[in-house]
């Protein structure tokens, strides 16, 4: 089957500075919190810090971390949870906190890409511990689950997921300690003086505040009396494998989405598998695993749109499309369909190229500007690997030449997917994919 060739339909592609400098100052925004939150109780230093120098922001290197954990919280939690037991906001005595997961006991989601032992858990992440005691301690209950997911390591995979169960036999003792921390942060903001605060175990370690910190001549040492005050720490196998079952793999819809007629024969394979009669122990699992990591993507490129902002009233609208039997939703940015995505490249991709580089999004982008009769869309591009700050984000507005002939060819790819009856039919995906695809075998490409 040719290759359509999306690049000699890419008229001009144009990096829109006014846009990615708009964009970018909503990336590097960063409000002051007003309230105290538990956040702050587990580092007072930086609490402190960040309300007297809202001006000092973190370095999107930083911030990228908190975008693939906030992320993975979210779209885990909507899987092995329910809309009334995510996200809980919890207060006592001025103090204020989100818990992930709140159904009969709070759990904490948490991901990291080193190794975490049970040991380890109360030796290297104490702030995990503490935080989960303060909201015990919020709600009353004596015993709460830290669920950690563990990026996997080609060299040395290991179980995606493991689950802490933590007893907390004194939540007065932790309420006082709140309270304690509390009216020492408030203190030190009143009287612009935070030498009474606990220094930071970020001292060394890349802390955003290092140019305005008292920390190398504080003489209060780094405590952890929350996370002292925890009973058992035992690790949890039945939550572990109960978490494992509710994260059910999303079956293929009997619609036809954008993204089946960007990667059709992916597609067939999908709604072949899905078909097909149970899978073994080993393959659901492999399934699971595929799944958690495709969440962490999503979730990091979910929490990145968020801070774009690029959601901000008015400017945004997703049109629907429906089309013989695609359907799907274009999101829509200024006028322009805009997808972002977050190549794994190492440096940045001239524009030249880019239609070489990256043909599935600009077949994204090209359907999505054809079904909607747009003859102009907009790619944004996060380098998450890039170092330098300032290429981390492109934006591109692309102009396409035939919106017809964008329009007919994802129709095609669609009625090829009703019709294929072998794989060899539909347009294969780009080489890249392939090597981890769990069809290379079937597809010839092992
Ligand atoms: S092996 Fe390659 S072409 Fe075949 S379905 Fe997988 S990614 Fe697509």
């Known amino acids: 089957m040719a290759d359509f060739d999306i690049a000699s339909y890419v008229a001009h592609i144009e990096a829109n500075r006014a846009a990615k400098d708009a964009l970018m100052q ?31 922001t973190p ?3 930083k911030q990228q971390l908190m975008w693939a954990g906030t992320g993975f919280h979210k779209v885990f939690g909507a899987a092995v ?15 204020v906190g989100k818990i992930d997961i709140y159904e009969e006991i709070p759990i904490e989601v948490k991901t990291t890409s080193t190794t975490v032992s049970p040991k380890g858990l109360l030796k290297y992440r104490q702030t995990y511990i503490e935080q989960l005691g303060m909201y015990c301690a919020m709600v009353n209950i004596s015993q709460g689950k830290i ?85 058992q720490i035992q690790f949890d196998d039945v939550t572990c494998q109960q978490l494992l079952s509710k994260v059910a793999v999303p079956q293929p819809s009997s619609r036809f989405r954008m993204n089946d007629a960007v990667f059709p024969r992916k597609a067939y394979f999908e709604r072949l598998k899905s078909a097909e009669t149970t899978l073994d122990e080993e393959e659901s699992l492999q399934k699971k ?33 429906q089309c013989a039997s695609l359907s799907d939703l274009v999101r829509v940015h200024q006028g322009l369909p805009t997808i972002l995505r977050a190549p794994k490249f190492q440096s940045l991709v001239e524009r030249q190229r880019l239609a070489w580089a990256f043909p599935h999004y600009f077949l994204r982008l090209g359907f999505e500007c054809a079904l909607t009769e747009r003859p102009k869309g907009r790619l944004l591009l996060y380098y998450a690997k890039v170092d330098k700050e300032d290429t981390k984000l492109m934006v591109y507005d692309v102009s396409f030449g035939s919106l017809n002939a964008l329009k007919s060819e994802a129709l095609r790819r669609v009625e090829l997917l009703e019709t294929a ?17 769990e069809y290379r075998l079937e597809c010839g490409e092992a």
């Open 26 to 56: 909503k990336l590097r925004a960063r409000r002051p919190p007003h309230r105290i939150t538990v956040t702050d109780l587990t580092n007072l230093k930086q609490a402190y810090f960040r309300r007297k120098y809202p001006e000092i």
């Open 59 to 61: 370095p999107l290197e």
């Open 81 to 95: 949870s329910s809309e009334e037991y995510l996200e809980q906001f919890v207060e006592i005595e001025g103090i």
């Open 147 to 231: 669920i950690i997911y563990q990026r996997q390591d080609q060299e040395a995979p290991q179980a995606p997921l493991s689950a802490y169960h933590v007893t907390f036999p004194n939540l007065e003792a932790i309420r006082d300690e709140m309270r304690r921390r509390r009216d020492l942060l408030i203190h030190a903001l009143i009287s612009n003086d935070p030498s009474n605060l606990p220094v930071c175990s970020w001292l060394d370690r890349g802390c955003d505040y290092s140019e305005v910190c008292d920390c190398r001549t504080a003489s209060v040492p780094l405590s952890y009396e929350i996370a002292e005050l925890a009973g």
């Open 289 to 321: 695993q595929d799944y958690l990591r495709a969440m962490d993507e999503f979730g990091f490129l979910d929490a990145l749109r968020e801070s774009l902002q690029y959601g901000a009233p008015g400017e945004v609208r997703s049109i629907p499309v």
């Open 421 to 437: 009856s072998s794989p060899f039919d539909l347009p294969k995906c780009p080489a890249w994919m392939c090597r981890n695809c």
